[in-house]
């Protein structure tokens, strides 16, 4: 048995979080190979890959889902299963490639009992479903933060292969690229979220964004504060947006509704400051302070 596993990039490097699909694939194969757009070298180090395939065009290193479904069909006869990451890339390919190999598509595995067996969670993360299939072909998705990324010291074959035309007509157009000096939110080990109870935009960034500054991590939101346009849509997590698991997760003002908890239940030491006493989010924090956040942060900063 074979494994694929499409690869993630910053356009330049590979990404931890393929490392950490890599960790997935190897729980189902000991043959793992990697399709990758960029860094064929940084992607044959990681321990465990025994081929690289890199593929280049300009749809493809724009993450077109058709360019990638039309890229892999053709190499899907080798492999028993193949691995996106639950991110945006993975969720709009993969179903795609599943509908053209007419089998089911398993999405959002945290763990791999099996090699046709695995874990994933549904209801907002409220459960866990056990999931075994009997497809010939596995099309996943993993959600990476709940595997340990595969070391960087191996040294695989790397191969060239020419990308297929999409038939769909799809093009890129255009990208705004918001660029910070902060970590991504996704691979941060420190994040600071801010929500409802903050008010308006500018105490969001009155509170939030310094206190993150001054821990070095990146800044998230819940998605009613999204909603009520006090942080930008790629600050958001949870349920609808963003899954992370950093080793601190500071939440400020956030009630703790289940789709929020969904994005962030998994953080290794979660602070949580809310004046309501009975605040969902105390149920799965380490550290909870019942107060005003207008007092406790300051104090916070000043301890910090």
Known sequence: MTVLVYAETDGVHVKDSTNKAVTAALAISSDVHVLTTA???????????????????????????????????????????????AGATGKNAAPRLAAKLDCAFISDVIAVNAPNAFTR?????????????SDAKKIITVRTTSFVAAENGGSAAVETISPAAPAHSATFVSEEMVKSDRPELQGAKRVVSGGRALG???????????????????????????????APNDYQVGQTGKVVAPEL???????????????????????????????????????????????????LMAAL
């Open 39 to 85: 860094d064929a070298d940084g992607t044959a180090k990681i321990t465990g890959v025994t081929k690289v395939l890199i593929a280049s065009s300009d749809a493809l290193s724009k993450d077109i889902a058709e360019a990638i479904e039309a890229t892999i069909l053709p190499l899907a006869d080798a492999y028993e299963a193949i691995i996106f990451i």
């Open 121 to 133: 969670p549904i209801y907002a993360g409220n459960a866990l479903e056990s999931v075994e299939t």
């Open 200 to 230: 308006s935009e500018e105490e969001f960034n009155k509170v939030i964004v310094p206190l993150a500054d001054k821990l070095g991590a990146a800044v998230g939101a819940s998605r009613a504060a999204v909603d009520a346009g006090y």
């Open 249 to 299: 997760y500071v939440a400020v003002g956030i009630s703790g509704a289940i789709q929020h908890l969904a994005g962030m239940k998994d953080s290794k030491t979660i602070v949580a400051i809310n004046k309501d006493p009975d605040a969902p989010i105390f149920a799965v924090a380490d550290f909870g302070l019942v107060a005003d956040y207008k007092d406790a942060v300051p104090e």
